[in-house]
Nanobody, 127 residues
Framework: QVQLVESGGRLVQAGGSLRLSCAAS????????MGWFRQAPGKEREFVAAVSASGGTTDYADAMKGRFTISRDNAKNTVYLQMSSLKPEDTAVYYC????????????????????WGQGTQVTVSS
């Protein structure tokens, strides 16, 4: 049974930093591209960042470039999202997702491309 468990979300002040973790079990993480998505109240879930199965390729939504960094540790079956210069508009539930990788360098950015999802972790940025 595949499980993705996010952690690290909390209340933080604007301008602060936060690191989210996604612990995976029931799958061989090195075979999956991994992504982070987020959903703010009243809005659709949106792409945040993705990392290829090999870890060598990353992709970010424009609003996150330069502020967020996605990384992975396949040995620990964990994916991370380091967030800095946080803004109130970053407030959302953040979800981790796994995509069966078509290639070691593929970085999917569409929800439909992901097979497995976590339950999410709440990030709240106060102004």
């Amino acid at each position: 049974q595949v499980q993705l468990v996010e952690s690290g979300g909390r209340l933080v002040q604007a301008g602060g930093s936060l690191r989210l973790s996604c612990a995976a079990s029931g799958l061989t993480l090195s075979r999956y591209a991994m992504g982070w998505f987020r959903q703010a109240p009243g809005k659709e879930r949106e792409f945040v960042a993705a990392v290829s199965a090999s870890g060598g390729t990353t992709d970010y939504a424009d609003a996150m470039k330069g502020r967020f960094t996605i990384s992975r540790d396949n040995a620990k079956n964990t994916v991370y999202l380091q967030m800095s210069s946080l803004k109130p508009e970053d407030t959302a539930v953040y979800y981790c997702a796994a995509s069966s990788s078509l290639s070691s360098s593929w970085v999917p950015d569409k929800m439909a491309q992901y097979l497995f999802w976590g339950q999410g972790t709440q990030v709240t940025v106060s102004s």
